[in-house]
């Protein structure tokens, strides 16, 4: 089954840099999203990319996609100590019936130093 | 509150000792799912039910069932554990016309 991977595993910064996460995936998809995880917690949907889209704007968050690569990346700019937590790209796979095909990264731990 | 909860929080329990994970969501739902996650493999999804009497199989289905019997409640189920499934469970839910997920707070399991 299709499994995104993320780059880097781990991030370590300090308060007010950016910090910039990667994904890739390996099929076409439909839509490619981003979620939190404050540790050992539920994730927390922070922003969806559409297939047809290259950018897409939140708040402090940027997140691009690159369909001819294959990749999307996740931007934090200004980041807090808040912001300390797991970030996961999750696919939605073109031609997919149902949600039962989104499917996750393995996740970036992000550390955000005061 | 728009909410999904499992419960319960923590389960130890022992090899072959049935037991039940419920998850239960108050935003009329139609889609429910249940994943584990575990160290250097991320999430994986087990089952998933798009409506009720509605389920199937995500990736990594072995040694699980699941029941959707009301739109609201999506309970897991392990009729024998055994300690290849000591993880941290997810339930999630999504809407008709949505395509992010809801997670609930999940249940950490261990099985000795």
């Known amino acids: 089954s299709q499994q995104g991977e993320e780059d880097p595993q781990a991030l370590s910064i300090q308060e007010g840099e950016n910090a910039t996460m990667n994904c890739s995936y390996k099929?076409?998809?439909?839509?490619l999203q981003w979620y939190r995880q404050n540790s050992g917690r539920g994730l927390v949907h922070l922003i969806l990319?559409?297939?047809?889209?290259r950018e897409k704007h939140s708040g402090r968050l940027r997140v691009t996609l690159d369909t001819s690569k294959k990749s999307s990346s996740l931007l934090i700019t200004a980041s807090r100590a808040a912001d300390t937590a797991s970030y996961f790209c999750?696919?939605?796979?073109?031609?997919?019936?149902?949600?039962?095909?989104?499917?996750f990264g393995q996740g970036t731990i992000l550390t955000v130093h005061p | 509150e728009a909410q999904v909860t499992q419960n319960p929080r923590y389960l130890i329990t022992v090899t072959g000792k049935k037991l039940t994970v419920t998850c239960s969501q108050n935003?009329?739902?139609?889609?429910m799912s249940w994943y584990r996650q575990d160290p250097g493999l991320g999430l994986r999804q087990i089952y998933y039910?798009?409506?009720?009497?509605?389920?199937d199989k995500g990736d990594v289905p072995e040694g699980y069932k699941v029941s959707r019997k009301e739109k609201r409640n999506f309970p897991l189920i392990l009729e024998s554990p055994s300690p290849n499934q000591t993880s941290l469970y997810f339930c999630?839910?999504?809407?008709?016309?949505?395509?992010?997920?809801?997670f609930g707070n999940g249940t950490r399991l261990t099985v000795t």
């Open positions: 999630a839910s999504s809407g008709t016309g949505e395509v992010t997920l809801h």
């Open positions: 099929t076409s998809i439909n839509n």
């Open positions: 990319i559409r297939s047809n889209e």
């Open positions: 999750a696919s939605f796979n073109a031609g997919g019936t149902s949600y039962g095909k989104l499917t």
């Open positions: 935003m009329n739902h139609e889609y």
């Open positions: 039910s798009m409506n009720v009497e509605v389920t």
